[in-house]
């Protein structure tokens, strides 16, 4: 699959190719799929409404269960925590970007971060500056290794490690 001047690997969305000037995602593995018109910027607006209108909702019917005494303390205090796990999440859309490609040259720094066993993947956090000159991030999650196994992870750490993207990694 990969070509003396391109590399792939797998991700959860699709696949990931390092080209020699940018690093392209497609959804079937095909470089001739790769789209490299001006990559388009993400418009978080419409997430923003939908956790918008989820946390407006349950702030709203737990103000309003509480003040009939319809439920207790503990059960507003978990509506609270939901609530704050949306806004966090909210909050973080506005920094992750998705993108055709990203420049290379673009690129600040890519960190690998392994996944917890049965409960996150690993997977590629890279921050980068757009035209105008704002930093953003993308992440490359690797496929689930319950299912894939680690070597697909090891051999996307390969790959960024030979194209120079990122140090390798301690043993």
């Not at 080209?19 to 607006?45: M, R, Y």
């Not at 319809?70 to 993108?99: G, N, P, V, W």
Request: proline share 5%; hydrophobic share 40%.
């Amino acid at each position: 699959m990969n070509t003396p001047n391109q590399n792939i690997f797998r991700s959860t969305i699709g696949y990931c190719h390092i080209l020699p000037d940018k690093i392209a995602f497609t959804k079937d593995g095909k470089p001739e799929s790769i789209v490299l018109n001006s990559p388009k910027e993400h418009n978080p607006i419409k997430f923003l409404l939908v956790y918008g209108m989820v946390i407006l909702f349950i702030v709203s019917f737990t103000i309003y269960k509480y003040l009939d005494q319809k439920i207790d303390l503990t059960t507003t205090i978990i509506a609270i925590s939901i609530i704050s796990i949306f806004l966090y999440y909210a909050l973080k859309m506005l920094f992750y970007q998705t993108r055709t490609y990203i420049d290379r040259d673009r690129i600040i720094t890519i960190k690998y971060k392994p996944g917890i066993r049965s409960i996150t993947y690993g997977r590629f956090i890279i921050s980068y500056r757009s035209e105008n000159g704002k930093v953003l991030y993308a992440t490359i999650q690797m496929r689930d290794p319950r299912f894939f196994g680690n070597k697909e992870a090891e051999d996307a750490v390969n790959i960024m490690t030979d194209a120079g993207l990122i140090d390798s990694p301690k043993k």
